[in-house]
């Protein structure tokens, strides 16, 4: 490689010979580098004076010419001898490195104008005559002569202006070919490397292909094992499915609270029990090493399930609990448990349902017990055998008990139904509680306490009633009629206690009618919400209400008839049991008797309370020996007016006055009864 100074070494000569081409006296100095001589790429030609005339002697012109051709020979010569010159070995030529760097062509082109200068070589002129004018004049002939001479120079010059170009641009730019040749050494070095390294890959290349056919092989093989794995998954995957059963849902079932997750375990483990028990297992081998396990889980799951609902029994024997909301909350959300339970162990399920009977009977008889002993805190109003109709009013005020003198006399009325009708009319309105039982201060009548305690009973009946057919649901319906029987009968002894209560001591028949109608609403109600196990308490209750009733009638009957009873002796009597006297028969008005009017407030009540009433009750019956009885006292006591027609008067005058008081009654008994007098009315009509 070349340095910088190498050739003024002696011990380094030249790589290269300094072209032989000659300097001409015009061009003393070498031009600049990358600067052309000249417009047109060509030296200046010397000015010359030659005189071409017929005078000029044929051997000047022909010297000339010859000096003029061996010349144009010398420097073709010299052009060849520098394009020709040996390059030592281990350096590339400089030619070939600009033809590198400038992307052209330079030595064909010095070739060609080489070639170009051979061929315009002038012939041997050793032999003058030999020279061809080629027709022209000697004139002629040297002026072309000229002009080639000056073209071949101006070759000549070109051709040196380039090679001194091309050694000057090398020698400036040898710096960059020098890094140039050291990059071309690098990359040398890196084509190695990359050809070491492609063949490498080549037989990496080779080895994994051998793999990839392996692994198609091993593919193949796979493929054909996945399908006869999911061929047998096919016929194994629900026997699998069956048996198998997760760590989590075991451990949670083992270890964790009963809540909405426990029971959704709960039901998985109870599917797998199911599933196992259906297969057989002589064929399934799994199902023997599987039952046992799933036995052992179904008797913890069990003692679970009774630990949970024993503590909710418990929780109803707390002071202040509320059994509906812990029904709710504890026992029909998690009926599934119960289920459960009986289908697995019945007997521990049935012990479990009698705890609750005791528990739940206990709690009802308790609560009602209060509920009762806070509703007899309630004044009532008591009515006796002198609130009769044929009671004489001075009477009644002569033989008030010494217990009622604390009521006032027209406090209440007892053969007027009022208002009391609105208790069986509003049927929606809230029952008192024991708290506002305890405050109540107003005086009440029978059928108050009465509705209040069977529509609080009738409405904790049917919420148990449903509970226990929706919470023992895998038991018939004689089975839990008998469980809610067995709930509820002390209950429903404590409650016909306080209806007879209610009713034995009193003679108000619209009170204990009222009654009556209030059981009929709740029969209706159980029948609505489908609650038939507490018909035999309503039916029980009817069996102390009527016979009551019929009681009640005939008491007032009785009253009638002893007002129309016969004085023994004499006449005078008579009149005394009539209200009349001897001295004041004459005088006696045909207007209507103080009973009358008492007799048709007590119908009228009676008829009110029976406008949706049956033919099989016993108060038409009843109603028509009242009836009987105080047409007997009337007639008796128009027996003691001696003018017919004043008689008469005073029948009809009692009978319009009743058919007034009950013409705004309906229904089928009303429409009787006003039918009857009706006819009484024109019968004793004056004519």
Not at 49 to 60: D, G, M, R, Y
Not at 313 to 334: C, E, L, M, T
Not at 637 to 666: C, H, M, P, Q, W
Request: glycine share 6%.
């Amino acid at each position: 490689m070349w340095r910088p100074g190498a050739w003024n070494n002696p011990a380094n000569p030249p790589a290269r010979e300094v072209s032989p081409l000659p300097l001409h006296s015009n061009q003393a100095s070498s031009p600049l580098p990358g600067r052309r001589p000249g417009p047109g790429g060509r030296p200046p030609l010397s000015h010359r004076t030659s005189s071409l005339s017929l005078a000029s002697s044929t051997n000047a012109s022909t010297t000339s010419l010859s000096s003029s051709m061996r010349g144009q020979n010398q420097l073709s010569h010299g052009i060849r001898r520098a394009a020709t010159v040996q390059v030592p070995p281990g350096i590339r030529d400089p030619l070939d490195v600009l033809e590198g760097i400038l992307g052209v062509q330079l030595k064909a082109g010095m070739e060609a104008e080489i070639d170009d200068l051979e061929i315009g070589e002038a012939p041997d002129l050793g032999d003058e005559e030999g020279i061809d004018f080629g027709g022209l004049s000697l004139e002629e002939f040297v002026v072309r002569e000229e002009r080639q001479e000056a073209e071949n120079k101006q070759m000549q010059i070109r051709a040196r202006n380039h090679s001194v170009n091309t050694l000057v641009d090398y020698e400036r730019e040898q710096g960059k070919f020098v890094d140039l040749h050291r990059s071309i050494k690098a990359c040398d070095e890196v084509l190695k490397s990359v050809e070491s390294y492609l063949y490498s890959f080549q037989t990496d290349l080779g080895v994994v292909s051998a793999e990839i056919e392996t692994l198609q092989n091993r593919s193949t093989n796979l493929n054909k094992r996945l399908d006869n794995r999911k061929n047998v998954e096919k016929m194994l995957g629900p026997v699998v499915e069956d048996v198998a059963l997760s760590p989590s849902v075991i451990r949670r079932i083992v270890e964790g609270d009963v809540n909405d997750s426990w029971v959704k375990a709960l039901k998985e483990a109870d599917r797998k029990m199911k599933a196992i028990e259906a297969l057989d297992s002589r064929k399934v081998k799994a199902a023997q090493d599987v039952k046992p396990e799933l036995e052992r889980l179904t008797h913890k799951a069990i003692e679970r399930v009774r630990d949970f609902f024993v503590t909710k029994i418990k929780a109803i024997r707390v002071p202040g609990a509320n059994a509906h909301v812990i029904q709710q909350q504890g026992f029909i959300r998690y009926k599934e448990l119960f289920l459960f339970m009986a289908t697995h162990h019945a007997q521990l399920a049935e012990e479990i349902g009698q705890a609750y009977i005791n528990t739940m009977r206990w709690y009802y008889l308790s609560h009602f017990q209060r509920y009762n002993t806070a509703l007899q805190k309630l004044k009532l109003h008591t009515m006796d055998k002198h609130d009769t109709v044929g009671q004489d009013e001075p009477a009644r005020r002569n033989n008030l008990l010494p217990s009622l003198k604390s009521v006032p006399a027209s406090s209440y009325d007892p053969f007027n139904i009022g208002r009391r009708i609105d208790t069986l009319k509003n049927r929606t309105a809230p029952i008192l509680t024991s708290h506002l039982a305890e405050e109540d201060r107003m005086t009440h009548y029978p059928e108050v306490v009465f509705r209040h305690f069977n529509v609080a009973l009738v409405e904790n009946a049917s919420a148990e009633y449903l509970f226990i057919t929706d919470f023992f649901a895998h038991k018939t319906y004689d089975q839990a009629s008998a469980m809610f029987s067995a709930l509820f009968t002390p209950t429903f002894t404590l409650a016909q206690s306080v209806t007879k209560q209610l009713i034995d001591s009193t003679i108000d028949c619209h009170g204990v009618l009222l009654c009556v109608r209030l059981n009929q609403y709740s029969a209706f109600e159980m029948q609505k919400r489908r609650v038939p196990a507490a018909d035999a308490y309503i039916n029980a209750t009817n069996m102390l209400l009527w016979p009551r009733f019929q009681i009640v009638m005939d008491a007032h009957c009785e009253s009638l008839r002893k007002s129309s009873l016969v004085g023994v002796g004499s006449a005078r009597g008579q009149m005394s049991a009539l209200g009349l006297s001897a001295t004041n028969t004459a005088k006696q008005s045909a207007a209507p008797h103080f009973l009358t009017q008492r007799f048709a407030c007590f119908v009228q009540g009676i008829l009110a309370l029976s406008s949706e009433a049956g033919d099989d009750e016993p108060v038409a019956n009843s109603l028509g020996r009242l009836r009987g009885d105080f047409e007997t006292f009337l007639t008796k006591l128009s027996a003691g007016i001696s003018e017919k027609g004043k008689r008469e008067r005073f029948l009809f005058n009692n009978y319009s006055l009743v058919l007034t008081i009950i013409s705004d009654t309906d229904g089928k008994l009303a429409n009787e009864q006003k039918a009857h007098f009706e006819a009484l009315k024109k019968t004793f009509e004056s004519k």
